[in-house]
């Protein structure tokens, strides 16, 4: 390798070789042929082409032959064959006498009969007849070392490992625009001269006052940025922001859901669930045991919850059972989002009885909830929900389809299909379907329904109003967008970061 001061003088030396040839097809090559590491080349190219005086072309690659340690030394010495053949000229031997004379003997006599040389009688090892020993290895050792071997030969080599194929480098280099245009200015090296990368205030005020300009060092203005180490929003974040925003595009209100914990009273009986239903068990809720329950709730109205739920009214036959106030007092971790819907719509009636005007319009909510499921690739013990529903006078299933429809449609989903189904607080009620265009499967993405009489009227809301209601869960949209088999990739301790950090806002 050439000396340091050698290393300083190759940046004068490439730009000459430039001056006079036009270009360097391989730099890998120019640096074997100047005794000089290659990235010594690389870094010169590298710092010229900043300045604009080289042009770098793309990276190329080529395979280069180099002998090992043991094919130089049978390069120096000889091939084992041909040791062996020099043996063997003197009369038979057997294969100890010829380990015994040559200790590489083994590798002599596979070369040899793989060459069809040698003849093996009792043991004894002997040259046969017609043997003709050119000692193409050694042929083959000398064009690797000159660099005329092919690519054939130092696969063969190689097998004999006493050849390496190593993959390298290099790129075509040609001059740039602000390349010197004679060997004098070539020799003045107007690449080390130092142009400022920026300047200050008092530069500029300077440069304004005396009419001045100055020449700078480059800037690549299109170069990405240091990327900032900064967290993330997590992307059932990013999804629930789009939903959220569709809502308000279509007109709702976002309710308060401040409530992680409820009442059972507004979490089931408000929204005329009876107490006997199987998801108020602790199969299938979490039950708060400190504090275990609450008796602030409005009293009139609790009174109405109870004669709708045990005795009827409002022209409701009720469930007839013996209402418990216990059992409504106790305070769970709310199962659903419908909660804070009902609360919503108790405040409205309220309002109405108040005032004799009545707040229609459209409202939602997107939050978690919890709920005492058996955790698989689908569920998880907490979950988020959003919920929209629709106050007005007059309101029919038809305007509910329709709406649905239209809040689809903002997510890209148009093939809609409506079953019908059940729920405690809703009369009718649909689940909402759609059929995966790739797959063909049929899929529940929701549930809808109209909020019974039973539930509005105790709230004080009118005859004649009702209301359209829908929910989804978020996990599932988001498992559906984001392409993932489970819900553990993308909720809780299993998700990866680098998703989080890659995963983009989805355009719904």
């Not at 097998?159 to 480098?169: G, M, S």
């Not at 925003?245 to 401040?258: H, P, R, S, V, Y």
């Not at 509005?456 to 498992?479: D, F, H, K, Q, S």
Request: charged letters at 25%; hydrophobic letters at 35%.
């Amino acid at each position: 390798m050439t000396t340091t001061q050698n290393k300083e003088d190759m940046d004068l030396l490439l730009m000459m070789k430039l001056l006079g040839d036009g270009k360097i097809e391989n730099t890998f090559k120019y640096a074997k042929e100047n005794n000089v590491d290659p990235q010594v080349i690389v870094g010169i190219t590298n710092s010229l082409s900043n300045g604009s005086y080289v042009v770098t072309g793309p990276a190329k690659s080529f395979d280069e032959y180099e002998l090992t340690t043991e094919g130089q030394n049978y390069l120096k010495s000889g091939t084992p064959e041909s040791e062996v053949i020099k043996l063997l000229k003197d009369g038979p031997l057997t294969k100890n006498d010829l380990k015994a004379k040559y200790p590489a003997a083994d590798l002599g006599i596979k070369a040899a009969m793989n060459m069809k040389l040698l003849a093996i009688d009792k043991g004894q090892i002997s040259l046969k007849p017609d043997a003709v020993f050119t000692d193409p290895a050694l042929a083959d050792l000398k064009s690797v070392a000159d660099g005329t071997a092919d690519a054939k030969t130092a696969a063969a080599l190689k097998q004999r490992k006493l050849c390496a194929i190593k993959k390298r480098t290099y790129f075509e280099v040609q001059k740039g625009a602000n390349f010197p245009a004679t060997e004098e200015d070539v020799a003045a090296r107007p690449w080390k001269v130092k142009l400022p990368a920026d300047f200050n205030a008092e530069q500029m005020k300077e440069m304004w006052e005396k009419k001045q300009t100055i020449k700078m060092k480059p800037a690549n203005l299109a170069a990405a940025g240091k990327k900032a180490d900064m967290g993330n929003l997590h992307p059932l974040m990013k999804l629930r922001q789009e939903y959220r925003q569709i809502f308000l595009e279509l007109g709702f209100q976002e309710m308060n859901t401040a409530r992680f914990v409820d009442s059972s009273f507004w979490n089931f009986d408000t929204l005329f669930i009876p107490q006997q239903h199987p998801a108020r068990d602790v199969q299938d809720t979490f039950f708060v045991k400190d504090p275990e329950k609450t008796t602030q709730h409005p009293p009139e109205f609790v009174e109405l919850t109870r004669q709708v739920h045990s005795d009827g009214l409002f022209g409701s036959t009720g469930y007839k059972y013996q209402w418990s106030e216990d059992e409504t007092q106790r305070n769970v971790l709310r199962t659903h989002t419908t909660a804070i819907s009902s609360y919503t719509l108790y405040n409205i009636g309220q309002e109405y009885q108040r005032t004799g005007k009545l707040q229609t319009g459209a409202f939602f909510s997107i939050d978690r909830v919890f709920r005492n499921e058996q955790v698989d690739k689908t569920h998880l013990c907490e979950f988020h929900q959003m919920e929209g529903f629709v106050l007005d006078y007059g309101l029919s299933l038809s305007n509910m389809m329709a709406l649905l429809k239209a809040f689809f449609e903002r997510v890209g989903i148009t093939n809609l299909k409506f079953k019908p189904a059940y729920n405690p607080y809703t009369e009718p009620s649909m689940e909402i379907h759609t059929q995966d265009e790739k797959t063909g499967k049929i899929m529940e993405i929701g549930n809808s329904g109209m909020f019974r009489p039973e539930m509005l009227r105790p709230m004080g809301i009118p005859e004649g109003v009702t209301a359209i209601a829908w929910g989804l869960g978020l996990e599932r949209v988001a498992m559906r967008h984001y392409k993932l088999k489970s819900i553990h990739e993308l909720f809780g301790h299993k998700i990866s970061l680098p998703f989080v950090k890659s995963a983009g806002a989805p355009r719904v």
